[in-house]
């Protein structure tokens, strides 16, 4: 009996101090996030200083791009980036230069954590997925492959953030001198919201979506593989203890941008035009075939091509594209810089998604 009532007491305390042991990892998870977890939350915080500091400093383009892509055909005001450049800023001052950048900025945090998030996974599901059906566990992805991967992470990553995206087009395209003005991403969305419905937040989005599967998906891809060659081939000494040098790093991600952007631009210059439409104001902007000041309708990004096409010619698909190609190599510079410092700071070793 004796013998029975210690195995009893030792039973219970060992039980006792199971339930305490249990309790405290709850508590510690409760408590303190995961690695993975904590991993996410400092790439999206590196990720989103990069970005907002890079898209900043080349703000100035990218609405001169902006403005180019749904400038009045028939009324044109400038050519060339620097001939648009000294435009906006003898009309709008400083300010002109960086309208709409506030917008743009606001989104780069959550689009820069969902691609590179989506990036992540996608590669995984589809590296697993081809070693299956190859039956070699150390098959790597190709590039195909890794275009496939980041098609879908853009993708994504655009749907999520794609009224953002559309309210900063019309925060950039407005000037002073427009009859109706939009005092800031909350306001613009409301207006949208109001006088067009929730669809026309998503005006634009199928040549968007259409256009990001081989802006993002060659991104990465030609990115990815460019670096992967130059490690295995080393060829003129680029490659110093199995690493490639800040230089080296910024040729190749301005090689994959300028290939993605130059192949996608002219979905760019559509999904633009269709976002401007229903917006009655945008008749100061952009006028329509020449007969009338009215705006552009268009029934769908097929007619919207077409329209354009027709009407401008063939090279108003291309409009803005040598100031969004003077920003790519300083924008991805500035963001892979910037990117460095921050994970130095944070103390974790990372990729540069964007």
């Given at each position: 009996m004796a013998s029975e009532d210690v195995k009893t007491s030792e039973s219970a305390v060992s039980t006792i101090v199971n339930l305490a042991e249990e309790a405290k990892l709850a508590r510690e998870g409760v408590k303190a996030p995961g690695p993975a977890l904590l991993s996410i939350c400092k790439s999206l915080v590196a990720?989103?200083?990069?970005?907002?500091?890079?898209?900043?400093?080349?703000?100035?383009?990218?609405?001169?791009?902006?403005?180019?892509?749904?400038?009045n055909p028939h009324s044109i005001k400038?050519?060339?980036?620097?001939?648009?450049?000294?435009?906006?800023w003898r009309t709008e001052g400083l300010r002109g230069m960086f309208k709409g950048n506030g917008t743009n900025c606001a989104r780069i945090v959550p689009n820069s954590a969902v691609k590179f998030f989506s990036y992540e996974e996608a590669s995984?599901?589809?590296?697993?997925?081809?070693?299956?059906?190859?039956?070699?566990?150390?098959?790597?992805?190709?590039?195909?492959?890794?275009?496939?991967?980041g098609a879908c992470a853009g993708i994504?990553?655009?749907?999520a953030t794609y009224p953002m995206d559309m309210v900063r087009g019309r925060l950039t395209v407005q000037t002073d001198k427009s009859p109706r003005q939009y005092r800031g991403i909350a306001h613009a969305l409301s207006t949208v919201l109001k006088e067009?419905?929730?669809r026309a937040l998503y005006k634009g989005w199928?040549?968007?979506?259409?256009?990001?599967?081989?802006?993002?998906?060659?991104?990465?891809?030609?990115?990815?593989?460019?670096?992967?060659?130059?490690?295995?081939?080393?060829?003129?000494g680029l490659v110093e203890d199995n690493?490639?040098?800040?230089?080296?790093?910024?040729?190749?991600?301005?090689?994959?941008?300028?290939?993605?952007?130059?192949?996608?631009?002219?979905?760019?210059?559509?999904?633009?035009?269709?976002?401007?439409?229903?917006?009655?104001?945008?008749?100061?902007?952009?006028?329509?075939?020449?007969?009338?000041?009215?705006?552009?309708?268009?029934?769908?990004?097929?007619?919207?091509?077409?329209k354009t096409v027709r009407h401008e010619g063939f090279g108003a698909l291309y409009k803005g594209l040598?100031?969004?190609?003077?920003?790519?190599?300083?924008?991805?510079?500035?963001?892979?810089?910037?990117?460095?410092?921050?994970?130095?700071v944070l103390g974790v070793e990372m990729r540069i998604s964007d």
């Open positions: 990720g989103g200083v990069a970005g907002g500091v890079s898209r900043t400093a080349v703000a100035p383009l990218e609405r001169l791009k902006i403005l180019l892509q749904v400038q400038y050519n060339g980036t620097i001939q648009g450049l000294k435009y906006i995984k599901g589809i590296l697993w997925f081809y070693r299956q059906q190859t039956g070699n566990d150390d098959a790597q992805l190709t590039p195909l492959l890794r275009l496939g991967a994504i990553a655009m749907s067009e419905g929730p199928l040549p968007s979506v259409i256009g990001v599967i081989p802006y993002v998906g060659l991104n990465f891809s030609v990115y990815e593989s460019l670096k992967d060659w130059l490690l295995k081939t080393n060829p003129f690493e490639l040098g800040v230089t080296t790093r910024l040729a190749c991600g301005a090689a994959a941008g300028t290939v993605g952007q130059t192949v996608a631009y002219p979905l760019d210059v559509i999904r633009r035009r269709m976002q401007m439409v229903g917006w009655k104001d945008a008749a100061s902007v952009v006028t329509g075939d020449g007969r009338s000041k009215a705006s552009h309708e268009y029934s769908g990004m097929v007619d919207a091509f077409r040598v100031p969004n190609s003077v920003k790519v190599v300083p924008s991805i510079a500035i963001a892979f810089v910037t990117y460095e410092m921050v994970k130095d």
